[in-house]
């Protein structure tokens, strides 16, 4: 056993100190809070949090959340250089008072947050790494009547806040592309109405917005095709971004290492996917296409995440995860001891960022 | 930098805390960006560098870093790699530490990096009281305060004392 302590003397700088620290696990800093009054504001000072989230995203460690309708929320490693077929769902346990209310769908996650939501649109921000949520307040600015919505959280570097979206419109049945359009901001934990939307969002019931280079996208129609609208999160206007060369609808839309990527079923065999990866954002001769070749066909599948060795992990159905190896073309079931039956499932990275905590 | 690649062959001495000296070829000083803007800044290397903060053991570690990057430069990251890993393999907290002092304030980017993950690696499952005396903290809670804290984090410390 190698003598651990080092020599009586020996003491790091702060910024050493700082360093190491960042190279933490979450669970590792919640606990090391109790070493010292210095060390747990060191872990709660807002550049700290920072260079911890940077490494942290920078690892390109992705961690699967898994949520079985009540509330019950798992965490799953997944090592995003080569996914492994088998992993283990660790059960999140919250503090009673931080207990996540509307869990009927995760909307997407950003820095660590995960956005969820119940079938009346209500929302909820949740940290799975430090165990922590704030329910929303219900947007005041929805459509009349009975009402579906996009919606999307993202991070504004202008004013360093986060951001969820809300945008209402009607069933698609009711003819009409009306819709409202709302900006939650987590410092000041209220909403704002912003310009409406000029493309019609109708066809696309209920899309998580993709949150990539500062903007939130969703596939919409402007009147003739389909199109991909992004709002930019500090200009608040919307715009669209060249789509590839598809002509056909697109299916899913989504953001999987960083990159936009568009998932269109194939008409002519549908047990094949083409995923198109924007490598280059804004682009348009950057859309490269996979084949992504399935044994069965499914009624649904969610893309939720890419590796470097090109596999794509899906959801499928709600009840399984598999991988799509897209060079072997072979797909192969990721085992999870310990999952639910039945689950949502999104992507987050390891943070430090806290959806309760706003001012230091 | 032009003349540091031309009088590639060149060396320069350092001297460690304890007085030891150690001929180091240029190149593999270069390693350094202390050394490396001392060099630049027409400081001869006929002068002997002192190195105050660092003693002979840690110099010596941190010289065998150096010249394995300086002269694997073109070599496969692979290797590198895998030299890095041995290297701290069995290097027990107190060198880690000095190791670690060493590299930042010679300024070996890789070096410290590498350190800062192992120190890391090893501490991240080990309870906070154990850490506490690792770094030399000072507790300044008092009982309840500490309770209070550890309450508001107790899911992390499932299985620990």
Same mark, same amino acid.
């Given at each position: 056993?190698?003598?651990?302590?080092?020599?009586?003397?020996?003491?790091?700088?702060?910024?050493?100190?700082?360093?190491?620290?960042?190279?933490?696990?979450?669970?590792?800093?919640?606990?090391?809070?109790?070493?010292?009054?210095?060390?747990?504001?060191?872990?709660?000072?807002?550049?700290?949090?920072?260079?911890?989230?940077?490494?942290?995203?920078?690892?390109?460690?992705?961690?699967?959340?898994?949520?079985?309708?009540?509330?019950?929320?798992?965490?799953?490693?997944?090592?995003?250089?080569?996914?492994?077929?088998?992993?283990?769902?660790?059960?999140?346990?919250?503090?009673?008072?931080?207990?996540?209310?509307?869990?009927?769908?995760?909307?997407?996650?950003?820095?660590?947050?995960?956005?969820?939501?119940?079938?009346?649109?209500?929302?909820?921000?949740?940290?799975?790494?430090?165990?922590?949520?704030?329910?929303?307040?219900?947007?005041?600015?929805?459509?009349?009547?009975?009402?579906?919505?996009?919606?999307?959280?993202?991070?504004?570097?202008?004013?360093?806040?986060?951001?969820?979206?809300?945008?209402?419109?009607?069933?698609?049945?009711?003819?009409?592309?009306?819709?409202?359009?709302?900006?939650?901001?987590?410092?000041?934990?209220?909403?704002?109405?912003?310009?409406?939307?000029?493309?019609?969002?109708?066809?696309?019931?209920?899309?998580?917005?993709?949150?990539?280079?500062?903007?939130?996208?969703?596939?919409?129609?402007?009147?003739?095709?389909?199109?991909?609208?992004?709002?930019?999160?500090?200009?608040?206007?919307?715009?669209?971004?060249?789509?590839?060369?598809?002509?056909?609808?697109?299916?899913?839309?989504?953001?999987?290492?960083?990159?936009?990527?568009?998932?269109?079923?194939?008409?002519?065999?549908?047990?094949?996917?083409?995923?198109?990866?924007?490598?280059?954002?804004?682009?348009?001769?950057?859309?490269?296409?996979?084949?992504?070749?399935?044994?069965?066909?499914?009624?649904?599948?969610?893309?939720?995440?890419?590796?470097?060795?090109?596999?794509?992990?899906?959801?499928?159905?709600?009840?399984?995860?598999?991988?799509?190896?897209?060079?072997?073309?072979?797909?192969?079931?990721?085992?999870?001891?310990?999952?639910?039956?039945?689950?949502?499932?999104?992507?987050?990275?390891?943070?430090?960022?806290?959806?309760?905590?706003?001012?230091? | 930098?032009?003349?540091?690649?031309?009088?590639?062959?060149?060396? $320069?001495?350092?001297?460690?805390?304890?007085?030891?000296?150690?001929?180091?070829?240029?190149?593999?000083? $270069?390693?350094?960006?202390?050394?490396?803007?001392?060099?630049?800044?027409?400081?001869?290397?006929?002068?002997?560098?002192?190195?105050?903060?660092?003693?002979?053991?840690?110099?010596?570690?941190?010289?065998?870093?150096?010249?394995?990057?300086?002269?694997?430069?073109?070599?496969?990251?692979?290797? $590198?790699?895998?030299?890095?890993?041995?290297?701290?393999?069995?290097?027990?907290?107190?060198?880690?530490?000095?190791?670690?002092?060493?590299?930042?304030?010679?300024?070996?980017?890789?070096? $410290?990096?590498?350190?800062?993950?192992?120190?890391?690696?090893?501490?991240?499952?080990?309870?906070?009281?154990?850490?506490?005396?690792?770094?030399?903290?000072?507790?300044?809670?008092?009982?309840?305060?500490?309770?209070?804290?550890?309450?508001?984090?107790?899911?992390?410390?499932?299985?620990?004392?």
């Amino acid at each position: 056993m190698p003598n651990l302590s080092p020599p009586p003397h020996t003491t790091l700088p702060d910024e050493i100190i700082s360093d190491i620290l960042s190279r933490l696990p979450v669970v590792s800093l919640c606990r090391f809070r109790c070493v010292s009054k210095s060390w747990r504001s060191l872990i709660s000072h807002p550049h700290f949090i920072t260079t911890h989230l940077n490494r942290s995203t920078n690892s390109k460690h992705e961690r699967l959340i898994l949520g079985n309708f009540f509330c019950n929320l798992y965490s799953v490693e997944l090592d995003s250089s080569q996914f492994r077929h088998q992993s283990l769902a660790v059960h999140l346990d919250f503090a009673p008072d931080q207990n996540p209310s509307c869990c009927d769908e995760i909307g997407g996650s950003c820095d660590g947050l995960v956005l969820m939501l119940d079938v009346w649109f209500n929302y909820s921000l949740v940290n799975p790494s430090t165990r922590e949520s704030r329910e929303l307040p219900e947007s005041p600015f929805t459509i009349e009547g009975k009402f579906f919505a996009d919606y999307g959280l993202g991070y504004d570097s202008s004013i360093d806040d986060y951001k969820v979206v809300n945008i209402s419109y009607h069933h698609r049945e009711t003819e009409s592309a009306d819709n409202l359009v709302s900006v939650y901001a987590l410092k000041t934990n209220s909403w704002r109405r912003i310009e409406n939307s000029p493309y019609d969002h109708s066809h696309f019931e209920h899309q998580s917005g993709a949150f990539v280079c500062g903007a939130l996208h969703w596939v919409a129609s402007n009147g003739m095709d389909d199109v991909i609208v992004a709002l930019g999160l500090a200009d608040e206007k919307f715009r669209t971004v060249s789509s590839p060369a598809l002509g056909c609808t697109v299916d899913q839309l989504c953001v999987l290492g960083g990159c936009l990527c568009v998932f269109v079923e194939q008409f002519y065999d549908p047990g094949c996917l083409d995923a198109w990866v924007m490598k280059e954002y804004g682009v348009r001769d950057s859309w490269t296409k996979f084949t992504v070749t399935c044994d069965n066909r499914y009624e649904s599948w969610r893309p939720l995440s890419l590796s470097r060795t090109g596999q794509f992990l899906f959801n499928v159905e709600g009840y399984k995860l598999v991988l799509f190896d897209t060079q072997e073309k072979e797909s192969k079931e990721l085992m999870v001891h310990g999952r639910p039956a039945q689950f949502e499932a999104g992507t987050y990275v390891e943070s430090l960022v806290s959806p309760t905590r706003l001012c230091y | 930098m032009a003349s540091s690649i031309e009088n590639n062959n060149e060396k $320069l001495t350092l001297k460690s805390s304890d007085g030891e000296e150690f001929l180091v070829e240029k190149h593999v000083a $270069l390693q350094s960006t202390l050394l490396q803007n001392m060099l630049d800044s027409d400081c001869s290397s006929a002068d002997v560098i002192p190195l105050p903060k660092i003693d002979a053991r840690t110099l010596a570690l941190v010289l065998g870093y150096c010249k394995k990057h300086a002269d694997a430069s073109s070599s496969k990251q692979g290797e $590198l790699n895998s030299f890095d890993s041995e290297f701290l393999k069995d290097m027990d907290m107190g060198a880690l530490f000095n190791l670690v002092l060493a590299a930042n304030f010679m300024e070996i980017k890789g070096l $410290l990096d590498i350190a800062a993950q192992k120190i890391a690696d090893t501490i991240k499952d080990k309870p906070h009281q154990e850490v506490r005396e690792i770094f030399h903290v000072e507790n300044d809670y008092t009982p309840e305060e500490e309770a209070a804290v550890r309450e508001e984090n107790r899911w992390a410390f499932e299985g620990f004392p």
